[in-house]
């Protein structure tokens, strides 16, 4: 089982804040998770290439309004 965080306790999934982590880290991050820090590992549920375009879409960050 998962320790249970805040959304408030984690940091902003933000382009600026992603910055420094390659692709490749935030694919691996979000394939494998990090149990330590609450993040399941989403390759059950979701393909390589949902993932991929997952990460892009972080990088890139929301449309402005």
């Known amino acids: 089982s998962f320790p249970t965080r805040r959304s408030s306790d984690l940091p902003?999934?933000?382009p600026a804040a992603l910055a420094g982590h390659s692709r490749d880290s935030l694919n691996a991050?979000?394939?494998?998770g990090r149990?330590?820090?609450a993040m399941p590992g989403w390759a059950p549920l979701l393909s390589a290439g949902e993932?991929?375009?997952?990460v892009e879409r972080l990088l890139q960050g929301s449309p402005a309004p």
């Open 12 to 14: 902003p999934l933000t």
């Open 29 to 32: 991050t979000i394939t494998y």
């Open 35 to 37: 149990p330590a820090r």
């Open 51 to 54: 993932i991929a375009w997952l």
